[in-house]
């Protein structure tokens, strides 16, 4: 199988993928969001709502962050109608998001690929015709592994992590802030290496 290569283009758009309002905030789901709101705090930036867009957005120099507040399931009109309009090419854009098959507390940047299920990827998909952008897969665990195996996804991902869990996805977090300066400057390969990196015990 061919090996699709990464462009190294500046990041231009941050997507977090979540569902908006309080009884979402702290779920599993809601792991995007977590980290474009931390990373508009490390940039200064202030979110505002954009009705037009059905989104919260904030803005540091050249760089748009952006929180769909559609729902999950519908997150790719906010997606498509800001790249549209700013005139944003899919290379340039990462999206956050939380991931099943990743364990919490491990943190994947990749280029391209499926959607896996994930119903927000899923519409991003269809609204921008491509799947040819970047993805910041933050993982959140799979209740198979957990210690209630029959749980279901749905009910899973909108329950908040234990705290075991909470912490190491902290931990990632923090390195994917750490890798954004490269993202910024589109030196990507660069940006994995931090994001990839186990840590040092």
Same mark, same amino acid.
């Given at each position: ?16 993928? $979540? /569902? ?6 702290? &779920?599993?789901? !809601?792991?995007?969001?977590?980290? =474009?709101? #931390? %990373? *508009? ?19 540091? $120099? /050249? ?6 507040? &559609?729902?999950? !399931?519908?997150?790719?009109?906010? =997606?498509? #109608? %800001? *790249? ?41 998909? *269809? ?75």
């Amino acid at each position: 199988m061919a090996v699709h290569p990464h462009p190294n283009e500046a990041i231009l758009l941050v997507v977090g993928l $979540g /569902n908006p309002g309080n009884d979402y905030a702290t &779920t599993r789901h !809601n792991a995007g969001f977590w980290f =474009v709101d #931390a %990373l *508009a705090r490390d940039l200064g930036a202030q979110w505002i709502m954009e009705s037009r867009l059905q989104a919260q957005m904030a803005k540091a $120099g /050249n760089v748009r962050l952006l929180k769909p507040q &559609t729902f999950m !399931n519908r997150s790719g009109m906010s =997606v498509a #109608a %800001l *790249a549209n309009f700013y005139q944003i090419p899919a290379a340039q854009i990462l999206v956050s998001h939380d991931e099943l098959d990743l364990l919490a507390g491990e943190i994947k940047l990749k280029f391209s690929g499926g959607h896996a299920g994930h119903n927000g990827l899923r519409d991003i998909h *269809a609204k921008l015709g491509t799947n040819e952008y970047w993805r910041l897969r933050i993982g959140i665990g799979h209740p198979r592994d957990s210690l209630t195996p029959q749980q279901q996804v749905a009910d899973w991902v909108l329950q908040r992590p234990r705290a075991e869990e909470q912490t190491p996805i902290d931990i990632a977090m923090d390195k994917a802030l750490k890798a954004w300066p490269h993202c910024a400057a589109g030196t990507m390969a660069d940006a994995m290496k931090i994001v990839h990196t186990k840590p040092t015990v």
